[in-house]
């Protein structure tokens, strides 16, 4: 197959389908969710089926356990995959939403529609219920979706993109809004990724080494989430008992998520009280501390760290703790070693507060609260595309507004510019 | 010198100086832009005389008459930067805004935070008065800026960049809040479009040559405008002086700005009856018109329009025309031929004006009003560091609020995810 004229096709496709779902009406894009979530429900026995054939293949090539169980399709996750797009098609459609329309001197309004992005080409490994998902998340949005799975899932994907493309039948859109591509070979991506004509934004979702690799290769925007560094800082003034109950809550909720605290900054006037019980809930869930010297003087069952703990995402039981003079140290401590992701204080100082929520620049800065909550649906977004540790564009949770943009509307009854 | 290790240094100034931009109170940034509007208006004598140097440099380089007409900065320019930072100064400060903050179900308050993208390079030719308008719009939006005019106006520049540095002095914030790169070595911009530690984002001001040389080097984001092709369709429903005002508008009242119409469209059912009295007026204000067959059969005084045409940005008193069956003939042409920047609609007919102003995918659609009018001052920005034809991020002129990006903010008394 002639990957550049393959992958060439799709993005005209692609880009022809867009204009059509820009312009696709509310009711026949929640049509094409109901759809596609009634025929995964229906066709549930057909995607374990293909499932079963990828997973085949993966125990032939030797995958490891993690990157299996991401894989497997289970009973229980075509279900979710199911209500997922019903849950889509129940939030508001973001397309076409006007704001700010106001009167100039000259007597023309101006303001703001929401708008798609366009043709969004999604990268993703392994996790089958990622194509339903961002077809979903995309079609809602009123984008042109291209997806690229990992090979290891291909028989699946392809299962899964028939049943979206009978939704989109049924409800009159065209196929192409949701194409998914059906080649193993990796040229594909490097297409994708500069077919700057077809294709308006690159989505990859995955491991580090395949986010790095494709915002350097990309020359077409890319919306990424890259790591999460995050920290609680426990203020001199923090509540004990609300000081407790985040900062275990932040590591120990789960230990594989980019929103999992690993980094705990403790205030100096406050360490020799708040440690020794923290530690001990740590220690007895089997989380390895690695502490600075005056961290480890007050708690001494804890690891040295290292200048390389503080730049860490552990993604497991493990937390490096340091004692810091107070907010100023804290917040310098996050500005040099964090990710900007997801950062919280704890402290009942109304000042501090302030200043922590204006002063630390993270896609999402807490007050009191586990930064296990940094997600769409705890947002309230209703669905996540994925986190953005970029500045432009999003930060945070990536939902259905992040597949969109603003442009100006004017209106005017003959005005001209004098 | 070298130039890696001297736009390092500046690099990791602009980083330092951010942080403190970040949290600078709204009363010492306007302060700051005061002082510095006061310097200019004191020093507008040395002005003039610095800015002589880099002409007499440039009449020895035989730049051209262009050129050093932007390049020139009289007195007037001078009086109209130094009031531009005042109007900057009264605006409203972007930074710290909170807006849609919400109680979830789980007793936390969620909300969005704007805050500064951090640190802004600006890559522009000529115009000295770009130095100090682009130091006004980052320094009140909270962001660095690292500012590499050219080489022609580099005394000019340096003479404007010391009365910056006094004014942020005298309110006491960094002067490498601001800072212009001395040396004319082309290297010095290949350095900073790559600095991805230090710099956040790239908005180049310049010709189409200079933007597209930037986008495909960068490897930092870049808020870039393309060009123009606008367009204004005459719709069958259209009333007849507005369209005759309108169209006569968008292409004479300046021809030489990137939201001049480039293309009229006219449907079918309209062209005999306005062509005429229209062409008329064109043709005795010297503008050339290119047209279709069916256009030129109307009004015979017009060259035949080629393909290459419809694509043109002429920045001339040159104008193409084309007769269109409607409404979806007119946005067909407009999505292939146009660059998604400005396009109008004259239509007395409400669905059709709702139709264009959702399908029509440029970053200002109007009805009934001059392309012209696509502009930061006149949409009530209060100024514009220029005007985006990218679909990420921001669309259209782009003024302080393009300079920020929202953060997502948590406020709690101790809630875990559970």
């Known amino acids: 197959m002639d990957i550049k004229s393959y992958m060439d096709k799709i993005g005209r496709q692609a880009r022809a389908a867009s204009r059509s779902m820009a312009r696709a009406d509310t009711a026949a894009k929640n049509r094409a ?11 549930a026995d057909s995607l374990v089926e293909a499932n ?9 090539r030797n995958l490891d356990a993690a990157m299996i169980d991401r894989l497997t399709l289970s009973r229980k996750s075509i279900a979710s995959m199911s209500e997922g797009l019903l849950q889509i098609a129940s939030l508001a459609d973001p397309v076409g939403e006007i704001s700010d329309l106001k009167y ?9 529609m929401r708008v798609p992005l366009g043709v969004i080409g999604i990268i993703y490994e392994a996790r089958p219920n990622v194509t339903a998902d961002a077809a979903g998340l995309c079609l809602k949005s009123g984008n042109a979706a291209i997806l690229r799975g990992g090979s290891e899932a291909l028989h699946c994907n392809q299962a899964i993109a028939r049943l979206v493309h009978e939704g989109l039948r049924a409800a009159g859109l065209p196929e192409a809004a949701v194409q998914v591509v059906e080649t193993a070979d990796r040229a594909a991506v490097g297409e994708l990724i500069t077919m700057k004509d077809h294709v308006d ?7 580090k080494g395949l986010i790095e690799r494709i915002s350097r290769e990309a020359t077409i925007p ?13 203020d001199d003034d923090a509540d004990h008992v609300k000081a407790l109950k985040v900062a275990d809550n932040a590591k120990t909720q789960r230990y594989g998520t980019c929103n999992t605290m690993e980094t705990l900054l403790v205030a100096a006037g406050i360490a020799e009280s708040i440690l020794p019980p923290l530690c001990a809930i740590y220690v007895e869930k089997g989380v390895e501390l690695r502490g600075d010297e005056a961290a480890r003087k007050i708690f001494p069952k804890m690891n040295e760290a290292t200048e390389e703990d503080w730049k860490t995402e552990y993604l497991a039981p493990i937390l490096s703790i340091r004692v810091v003079g107070g ?26 507060a302030r200043r922590f929520l ?39 949770p990536v939902g259905l507004e992040g597949l969109t943009s603003q442009k100006f509307i004017v209106l005017g009854d003959g005005q001209v510019r004098t």
């Open 327 to 352: 907010l100023d140290e804290a917040m310098d401590h996050i500005a040099l070693y964090g990710s900007q992701h997801t950062d919280a204080i704890v402290t009942e100082d109304y000042s501090k």
């Open 104 to 112: 100039r001197p000259t007597g023309i309004q101006v303001g703001r």
């Open 358 to 396: 204006r002063e630390v620049d993270s896609s999402s800065v807490m007050v009191n609260a586990s930064t296990r909550f940094a997600d769409g649906f705890e947002y309230g977004l209703g669905a996540e595309i994925g986190i953005s540790t970029d500045k432009l564009h999003a930060r945070g």
């Open 52 to 60: 079963a054939k990828d997973l085949e293949g993966a125990k032939a």
């Open 201 to 207: 934004v690159i989505v990859p979702r995955g491991g």
């Open 222 to 234: 890319v919306i990424k989430h890259l790591h999460g560094v995050c920290h609680v800082y426990i």
């Open 33 to 43: 969710l109901e759809a596609i979530s009634k025929a995964i429900e229906r066709e």
